[in-house]
């Protein structure tokens, strides 16, 4: 059986940081694209950033517009783990953050095309 468990979430005031951390058990995502979504209350869920695996075993990664620079995101050495550090974060980045891997190769921004997601943890921002 999948699992994907995250952690990290918290409270922290703007211009703070936090790092999520996502472990995944159950098959290898060495491969495999493995990403960060979010959902804010009333909103739909978004994306984030995403990891994917290239020729050369170099991992790249994609960020929305409305993190790039502020937020990374990187595989551990297990490769089946996914960080996404945050910095410089606002009160819009208040949200339940969501990691999810693809169950086939290719990396996307949507998240009807991932297979796999984690139970979610709360980031919370304050002004």
């Known amino acids: 059986q999948v699992q994907l468990v995250e952690s990290g979430g918290g409270l922290v005031q703007a211009g703070g940081s936090l790092r999520l951390s996502c472990a995944a058990s159950?098959?290898?995502?060495?491969?495999?694209?493995m990403g960060w979504f979010r959902q804010a209350p009333g909103k739909e869920r978004e994306f984030v950033a995403v990891?994917?695996?290239?020729?050369?075993?170099?991992?790249?990664?994609e960020y929305a517009d409305s993190v790039k620079g502020r937020f990374t995101i990187s595989r551990g050495n297990a490769k089946n783990t996914v960080y996404l550090a945050m910095k410089s974060l606002k009160p819009e980045d208040t949200a339940v953050y969501y990691c999810?891997?693809?169950?086939?190769?290719?990396?996307?921004?949507?998240?009807?095309?991932?297979?796999?997601w984690g139970q979610g943890t709360q980031v919370t921002v304050s002004s």
């Open positions: 990891t994917k695996w290239s020729a050369g075993s170099v991992y790249y990664a």
């Open positions: 999810a891997a693809r169950g086939v190769s290719g990396s996307s921004w949507y998240a009807d095309e991932y297979d796999y």
């Open positions: 159950g098959r290898t995502f060495v491969t495999n694209a």
